[in-house]
Each structure stands twice: as C-alpha cells, then as structure tokens.
C-alpha cells in the first residue's frame, strides 16, 4: 500500500461535493475515478476486519460509509476464493477499485425490450480482470458479473450513488433468463 494520507473522511467529504455540483454521470464518474483510487490505496481505512465474508453469500460487504439517506454508500468488498456474485445491475452510477488479488469481471448487456416482468435476455459482453489499482466505472444501468478465480479471499474498494438496498437493483440469470431483487447482507 502507499503513503499516501487521504483519510476515508476526506474522500466522503470530496464524494459529497463532487456528486452535489456534477449532474452528468460521465463527468461524475470521470472525476471519482482518481479519488476512489487515491482513497482505495491509502492505508487510512484498511483493517483485517474487511476480510471477514459470509460464506453463504460468497463475499462480505464491510460498510465503510452510509450516508444518512443512503444517497451515497462506500464498502470494502471481500470475495471469498472461488465465489463471486452472480449477474447484476447496481440501480445507480458505481466506482469499484482493485486493493487486493484478482477480481475477474464479466460484463453483460440486456438485448430484451424489458417489457416482461422477471424475465431478461442477456448476451456476454466482454471480460476484464481487476488487478490491484485497476478501476472500473459503470454507468446505472451496467450489468456485470464477478468471480474471484484465486486461491484465497479478494479484496476492493466501491463507491455507489445509492445505498444498493435502496436503489431498487436487480439480479440476472442469464442461462434462465430471469431478473430478480438483488439485497446484500451487510456486516
Ligand atoms: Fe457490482
């Protein structure tokens, strides 16, 4: 990890000034980008603790800010070796940082006119393995998927416009072809 001291406060409060004078999502996401990645890396908020998962969800989502009404939501994501999430959506605009091991996403797009309720047709959309550093960007309304191919748990950094329990997101099957409530256990 680095030096660098730019403390989870000091990030919260440049997350809170960014998202209330930028309304335009790539401009939003384009100046989150080096933020989450400064504050991802900084030593300030890094604890064993984020470690900890639930084995019957397969990671963990440590809370690392919430705020009051839940418009703005950072957690340490830990993924145990061998799990992942299935096919998601998040409901709002998401930055996710690579801190420790490997992360393999795959993304999806939904190629159905969303006019069934429960159903959705997806078709794989590419693939990229989030190292260390690396920071991925999506837009509401991306959808992807992620597996931790390693031998032992995973760990990285998210910043969402939304609380994800109450951005009303959706999970996705894509060999059923079903779209389902996604809820998070959080610890
Ligand atoms: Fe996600």
Redesign the pocket.
Known sequence: MTTDIYTLQQFVTDLRQITSETHDEKALLSKLRPLAKRAALSDDWRSERHYRADADQGFGVNVLHDEPDHSLFVIAVSWLAGRG?PA?D?GTW?V?VGVDGPEKNIFWERTDDHSSPGYAKLRKSGEKVCEVGDVLAFPAGAI?S?INESDRTSLSFHVYGRHLNYSGRSQYDPEKNTELPFILKTQ
């Open positions: 999430a998601h998040h998401a996710v992807h992620v």
